[in-house]
């Protein structure tokens, strides 16, 4: 599996295929992916390891135990943050639809990555 690195920590692409991709996403403490939402494809989260926020439009949900899930459905504004200080967020990620990373409109990124306003 190849390891993609992000300012947030990183992910590796575990299977995909031309309508479905899964990945392993590991989030360093205290870090976060972008405010962001995805036009072509739908998103399941089940949290492996660690202590998620999870940031679906205004709605916000801790998940603590393993195997707790949330959708994402195509065009929901949403974010995925490691609550933890001190262990790294592990989370499977199974995306269905066209899943291109291209597919990422930004809002918000503290890395400097955003490109739309809200």
């Given at each position: 599996m ?13 299977w ?6 899964v990945?392993?996403?590991?989030v ?8 962001q ?8 989260w ?15 949900q801790?998940?603590?135990r393993a ?10 504004m ?6 933890s200080?001190?262990?790294?967020l592990?989370v ?12 990422i409109?930004?809002f918000?990124?503290?890395y400097?990555?955003?490109k739309?306003?809200?």
């Amino acid at each position: 599996m190849k390891k993609i690195n992000r300012p947030w920590g990183y992910y590796q692409i575990v299977w995909q295929d031309p309508r479905t991709k899964v990945k392993i996403i590991v989030v360093k403490p205290k870090q976060s992916l972008s405010l962001q939402m995805h036009f072509k494809r739908s998103e399941k989260w089940t949290l492996l390891t660690g202590q998620a926020r999870v940031r679906l439009g205004s709605w916000v949900q801790v998940l603590s135990r393993a195997g707790e899930e949330v959708g994402v459905q195509k065009r929901a504004m949403h974010r995925l943050t490691n609550a933890s200080s001190k262990r790294n967020l592990v989370v499977l990620e199974v995306a269905q639809g066209k899943c291109l990373e291209s597919d990422i409109r930004r809002f918000e990124d503290k890395y400097g990555r955003a490109k739309c306003i809200m």
